[in-house]
């Protein structure tokens, strides 16, 4: 059974940084493409950042050139580094992969941005 579990969030000042993780078991990041999502109160879920299997890379245009998405195969795991944190970043982030044709998301963690 595929499990995505995110860690990493927490409560962090304006122009901070984060590293949020997303460590799978019952599938191998490697072999899909695994998203970042978030969803802040009131808004509709969306995609921030993906990694294929090849490696390449794609971002939000409101993330780009702060957030970088990499992934670590020996311990199956998916990273988000964000960095130069924005009130207009706090929500809940999320991991996605697509395994067996099915979607599998993580439980979500908290990110805040505020003063």
């Known amino acids: 059974q595929v499990q995505l579990v995110e860690s990493g969030g927490g409560l962090v000042q304006p122009g901070g940084s984060l590293k949020l993780s997303c460590a799978a078991s019952?599938?191998?990041?490697?072999?899909?493409?695994v998203d970042w999502y978030r969803q802040a109160p009131g808004k509709q879920r969306e995609l921030v950042a993906t990694?294929?299997?090849?490696?390449?890379?794609n971002y939000a245009e409101s993330v780009k050139g702060r957030f970088t998405i990499s992934r670590d195969n020996v311990k199956n795991t998916v990273y988000l580094q964000m960095n130069s944190l924005k009130a207009a970043d706090t929500a809940v982030y999320y991991c996605r992969q697509t395994w067996g044709l099915r979607d599998y998301w993580g439980q979500g963690t908290q990110v805040t941005v505020s003063s």
């Open positions: 019952g599938s191998v990041v490697a072999v899909t493409a």
């Open positions: 990694i294929t299997s090849g490696s390449s890379t």
